[in-house]
């Protein structure tokens, strides 16, 4: 298939050189129109390519007009950038509450496990993992309070501006705003997106309590509360195997 009008692709299929600043020292670093990240030659961070969202992201003809190889190092990159945005953003929400965000970090770590096992989608995942309790700082200045209903009902507005402004898709940001919208309180049915995102908060959550609980009950929580087969396999792994 002939590509050659497309205007989006020609900066991958004919690469030339621009030039970014390195954000923790300042040097400015080449990166290629082809490339996603460079090391800095002056202090050896990673340098990501900023930009908004690019014509592979929606066109279904992607992969063959850019070839298998260049798309999958698009793919890869666009994970390592958005990982990275979020995280910003979170830290930028809870300023010095570094609680909130180590259990943050420690969800997207925990969800990040699961998915090599269950059959759902890193681009949901990830986000919602990240930002799934960002309604509770709002919850706590309206309220007084960090139920989850006050924190699920305060979190998918604070999520959606979030996502919008670091530029993902609209179904996308429906998907991941309904997952915060009620991470504590699944449905009947409930997509994989869902389960891998409750199944790690479940399982942080239960690391912080688990000291001192009788083995009976954590077996029970471990049989009930986990959605997935790998939440529950590394739910007895954490908390059953001594």
Known sequence: MDHSFCPGSKLLRQPAPELFPCPNCGTEVEIWS???KRACPSC???VLRPGGMSCLEWCKQAKECVGEATYESWAASRCL???RQLLEALEEHFGQDQRRIRHAQA???EAESLLVSEAADWHIVVPAALLHDIGIKAAEQKYGSSEPRYQEREGPPLARAVLLRLGL???EVEEVCDIVGHHHSPRAEESANFKVVYDAD???????SAAGRPRSELE???QDRF???AGRDRAEELFLSA
Request: charged share 20%; net charge neutral; hydrophobic share 55%.
């Open 202 to 208: 479940s399982l942080v959550n239960l690391g912080e």
């Open 44 to 46: 050896r961070k990673m």
């Open 34 to 36: 082809d490339e996603f």
């Open 169 to 171: 898709q609209l179904a």
């Open 107 to 109: 969800v997207l770590a």
């Open 227 to 229: 959605l997935t087969a």
């Open 81 to 83: 950038g958005l990982k």
């Open 220 to 222: 029970a929580l471990v």
